[in-house]
């Protein structure tokens, strides 16, 4: 924002892309990332394994509680843990978090760059209608002509269109 920083925090599904929950806070504590996780859970159902980064709001004790109480894997670039349930994708590659750093240029570019958010709730009322559009307007390439929303729905495999 013009004056300050506001930080954001999205639940996606993995194959569809589809963003299913989100959560904006002022400050970087771990709460409205539980927040956002909890909800998505309890909407969408609970995944086999969840793949997160090594911030310190996704290494906190209460982020992994909710995972392992759920009985899920976590994945994360993150070497040796002390969690048993923790699947490990090595010292961390570039494309570990690339599906989620992907988004985040999307929506700087097509939304919050093109918008001078003065508040913390003209920035959520922007993000909210832009990933309302991203959701069930905007066609992924990676499912050819289907929406986030409509490749979630239907459970099709990803199709990959020739460069």
Known sequence: MRR??????AIRDWHSRKVLSWRLSS?????????ALKEALAKHGVPEIFNTDQGSQ?????????????????????????NHL???????????????ER????????CVYL?????GSEMRAGISKWLTYYN???????????TPDEAYA???EPVRLAA
């Open 136 to 146: 069930s307007d905007r066609p992924h390439s990676t499912h050819g002509i289907l």
């Open 115 to 119: 918008n001078a958010f003065e508040t």
């Open 27 to 35: 400050s970087m504590d771990a709460d409205f990332c539980i927040e």
């Open 4 to 9: 300050g920083f506001l930080y954001l925090v």
């Open 86 to 100: 923790l699947v490990t994708d090595g010292k961390g590659a570039w494309h570990d978090n690339r599906m989620i």
């Open 154 to 156: 239907s459970k099709t």
């Open 103 to 110: 988004l985040w240029r999307s929506l700087k570019y097509e």
């Open 58 to 82: 996704f290494t906190s004790g209460a982020w992994i509680d909710v995972l392992t109480d759920a009985k899920i894997k976590i994945s994360m670039p993150l070497g040796d843990f002390a």
